[in-house]
């Protein structure tokens, strides 16, 4: 079996070792489709995961962006209503 060495969240070396030795060593399961330098935080992942403060930070901004191009449609509609 193949199992990654996890340092930081990032997979940094690839081994092959029975279930007791990778466990031993706190290696992961790689999964197919995974590799050196794909990240594990519970899951595999390509990209490295954003931090949950990122995250929400980045839903606030496009919540914020949602309601600007809401406003803009709505400011749109009431200039045609005024053009005629």
């Not at 935080?41 to 931090?51: A, Y």
């Amino acid at each position: 079996m193949t199992y990654g060495i996890i340092e930081n969240g990032k997979c940094i070396n690839a081994i092959e070792a029975d279930v007791d030795f990778a466990e031993a060593i706190g290696a992961i399961e790689i999964p197919d489709g995974f590799w050196i330098g794909d990240y594990y935080n519970g899951g595999w992942h390509h990209e490295k995961p954003q931090p949950e403060t990122q995250s929400l930070g980045q839903q606030i901004t496009d919540e914020q962006l949602e309601r600007i191009e809401m406003g803009q449609a709505y400011t749109d509609l009431e200039l045609a209503i005024l053009g005629g």
